[in-house]
Nanobody, 124 residues
């Protein structure tokens, strides 16, 4: 089992920045591909960003490319999502995800472990 605990969400204004953190425990963190998903009210959970075990490869959904950066610190068992130039449409609950497969799936149904989520609200 892997336990994931997100932090860093909050209420910000459009154009502001925010950094989310996800602390992992229970298994060897470096064995897992990590990622972030988000779910806005009335919408399905969607992929945001992923980072492979070594941190050498990252992937982003098109709407956040150039604004969000995912990173990980395997020594601290933590993955981060740095968000710049936030927009009201970024408002959602953000979930940390972990997977042991070859890649981190973009479909939520294939994710092995989830955090409890942290709310990000961007006001216009």
């Amino acid at each position: 089992q892997v336990q994931l605990v997100e932090s860093g969400g909050g209420l910000v204004q459009a154009g502001d920045s925010l950094r989310l953190s996800c602390a992992a425990s229970g298994q060897t963190f470096s064995n897992y591909n990590m990622g972030w998903f988000r779910q806005a009210p009335g919408k399905e959970r969607e992929f945001v960003a992923s980072i492979m075990r070594s941190g050498g490869s990252t992937s982003y959904t098109d709407s956040v490319k150039g604004r969000f950066t995912i990173s990980r610190d395997n020594a601290k068992n933590t993955v981060y999502l740095q968000m710049f130039s936030l927009k009201p449409e970024d408002t959602a609950v953000y979930y940390c995800a972990a997977n042991r497969g070859v890649d981190l799936p973009r479909l939520p149904v294939f994710i092995d472990y989830w955090g409890q989520g942290t709310q990000v609200t961007v006001s216009s």
